[in-house]
């Protein structure tokens, strides 16, 4: 056991890397804003002890993959919003395991390791003033629990940054594997899917699509291959799985959902049942002051006298959101239109436009609708 420790904040996972070379153990906070810890060792190196990637920050979460000597990670370390890419060398130690399975020598000081822990405990928002987060007294009780190990933990080696996130760009996720490095980030409110080729460091843009669809990667598990896998959503379309050529930047659709016609007399049904037909469905963009609206409705039921339906959650807002239900397309088929409104204040966009909407300064003209 790495430690012990009672906490109903967080949960704990335990996975293989898809090279199944190494284990982590990867701590998830369960409250906002997501913390998270990994911890790791060779899949080998079964009577040795888990060694930490990078101490838990409150605030800060990061993602970490295996490719050859390298670990690839995906983290929010320096601000608490902005993601990036950064490569870890592996040292020889951690990859050769002896012959009698004993635990690797993993010993090294490391003088960085509880100061990282006291410092950027304050997160700056966009505007003119910082909030300070609420802390859990279990940073506390990890503090003095990392300090006993801190003799014997391992601090892996300065890390190379490979992708950083620029004022117009935002990173989603990533996937590494033998011979990729592949991207999902969003530039000026688009989804898009770049790859890096590892060996000779080559971008290429494989996919920028309109800004109301979806990008989602697939669990793609073979560690060896050219393909990735990733699920295109879309408010008028079925959902479809596309299968991505990294070598050749050639793209197919592997799979495609099928729906029935929701409209279909019941009577008869077997045979009265049709197939879902998407050019009958259709959607657009359209600024409403300066608020972007997505509107998706069926082109042959529309009509100046159709309603709108204002989809929303709020803050929380997503272009998950935007995924095709055929509970809608019910509803377009009686001459709805359904409306997406992309406010500021919404996750749609970047983290520029979710925190502008959430507005300190908004609050602040509020205040004083409290004061007696």
């Given at each position: 056991?790495?430690?012990?420790?009672?906490?109903?904040?967080?949960?704990?996972?335990?996975?293989?890397?898809?090279?199944?070379?190494?284990?982590?153990?990867?701590?998830?906070?369960?409250?906002?804003?997501?913390?998270?810890?990994?911890?790791?060792?060779?899949?080998?190196?079964e009577e040795g002890d888990f060694s930490l990637v990078s101490p838990?920050?409150?605030?800060?979460?990061?993602?970490?993959?295996?490719?050859?000597?390298?670990?690839?990670?995906?983290t929010n370390e320096e601000d608490g919003i902005n993601y990036k890419i950064t490569k870890i060398p592996l040292p020889s130690k951690f990859m050769m395991i002896d012959d009698s399975n004993e635990s690797s020598n993993i010993k090294k000081e490391n003088e960085n390791h509880l100061e990282k822990l006291k410092d950027n405990l304050m997160m700056l928002l966009p505007g003119d003033k910082s909030i300070e987060l609420p802390q859990s007294e279990f940073f506390d009780n990890r503090e003095n629990a990392l300090e006993i190990r801190s003799k014997s933990d391992l601090q892996l080696l300065q890390p190379e940054e490979i992708v950083k996130t620029k004022f117009d760009a935002k990173i989603l996720d990533f996937y590494v594997n033998q011979h990729y490095l592949?991207?999902?980030?969003?530039?000026?409110?688009?989804?898009?899917?770049?790859?890096?080729?590892?060996?000779?460091?080559?971008?290429?843009?494989?996919?920028?699509?309109?800004?109301?669809?979806h990008i989602s990667l697939e669990d793609n598990m073979t560690y060896n291959t050219q393909y990735l896998r990733y699920r295109l959503s879309t408010p008028h379309l079925p959902d479809r799985i596309n299968e991505h050529n990294m070598g050749t930047h050639k793209t197919n659709t592997i799979h495609l959902d099928h729906y029935t016609n929701p409209r279909s007399p019941s009577s008869r049904?077997?045979?009265?049942?049709?197939?879902?037909?998407?050019?009958?469905?259709?959607?657009?963009?359209?600024?409403?002051?300066?608020?972007?609206?997505?509107?998706?409705?069926?082109?042959?039921?529309?009509?100046?006298?159709?309603?709108?339906?204002?989809?929303?959650?709020?803050?929380?807002?997503?272009?998950?959101?935007?995924?095709?239900?055929?509970?809608?397309?019910?509803?377009?088929?009686?001459?709805?239109?359904?409306?997406?409104?992309?406010?500021?204040?919404?996750?749609?966009?970047?983290?520029?436009?979710?925190?502008?909407?959430?507005?300190?300064?908004?609050?602040?003209?509020?205040?004083?609708?409290?004061?007696?």
């Open positions: 056991m790495i430690y012990e420790e009672t906490n109903s904040e967080f949960e704990v996972s335990v996975e293989s890397t898809d090279s199944f070379e190494y284990v982590f153990i990867k701590i998830n906070s369960l409250f906002r804003p997501l913390t998270t810890e990994t911890w790791f060792k060779h899949s080998k190196n838990m920050r409150y605030g800060a979460s990061y993602n970490v993959k295996h490719s050859g000597s390298f670990f690839y990670k995906m592949c991207l999902l980030e969003e530039r000026n409110g688009v989804e898009q899917l770049r790859t890096m080729t590892l060996k000779n460091k080559r971008w290429h843009t494989d996919a920028q699509l309109d800004d109301y669809y049904r077997e045979e009265s049942m049709g197939e879902f037909s998407p050019e009958n469905y259709q959607t657009e963009k359209i600024m409403v002051g300066d608020c972007p609206v997505v509107l998706s409705y069926n082109v042959n039921a529309y009509n100046e006298n159709s309603p709108f339906l204002l989809h929303t959650l709020g803050s929380q807002s997503s272009k998950q959101d935007l995924a095709f239900d055929i509970g809608k397309a019910s509803m377009m088929d009686r001459g709805i239109v359904y409306a997406y409104p992309m406010v500021r204040g919404t996750k749609y966009f970047d983290d520029d436009w979710y925190l502008s909407g959430l507005g300190l300064k908004r609050i602040e003209r509020m205040s004083f609708l409290y004061e007696f």
